[in-house]
């Protein structure tokens, strides 16, 4: 069994920063792909940035310059970096990571239970 835990959300002022952690355990090969998504009320999930194995990242356009995702590697661990916070971006935050179990298995989608972000004055 697979588990991502999410921590580091809170409440902060426009303008402020947060950072988002989230890491993954029990059974892993190999992860391919993490991810950190959001959801705010009535809209659907949509993906806020990714980085892949390799170190390579992709950005939501309406975070680009205010946001960076990075990864430990060793720790199986995804951050999100949030800065210049704005009430639009409130949402519940979820992480998420393409892995396999094991050598013999495909990859498989896992999602962590989300961590609330609100951004209010």
């Known amino acids: 069994q697979v588990q991502l835990v999410e921590s580091g959300g809170g409440l902060v002022q426009p303008g402020g920063s947060l950072r988002l952690s989230c890491a993954a355990s029990g059974s892993i090969f190999s992860i391919f792909a993490m991810a950190w998504y959001r959801q705010a009320p009535g809209k659907q999930r949509e993906l806020v940035a990714a980085?892949?194995?390799?170190?390579?990242?992709n950005y939501a356009d309406f975070v680009k310059g205010r946001f960076t995702i990075s990864r430990d590697t060793v720790k199986n661990a995804v951050y999100l970096q949030m800065n210049s916070l704005k009430p639009e971006d409130t949402a519940v935050y979820y992480c998420?990571?393409?892995?396999?179990?094991?050598?013999?298995?495909?990859?498989?989608?896992?999602w962590g239970q989300g961590t609330q972000v609100t951004v209010s004055s």
């Open positions: 980085i892949t194995s390799g170190g390579s990242t």
């Open positions: 998420n990571a393409d892995l396999a179990s094991t050598w013999y298995e495909g990859v498989s989608d896992y």
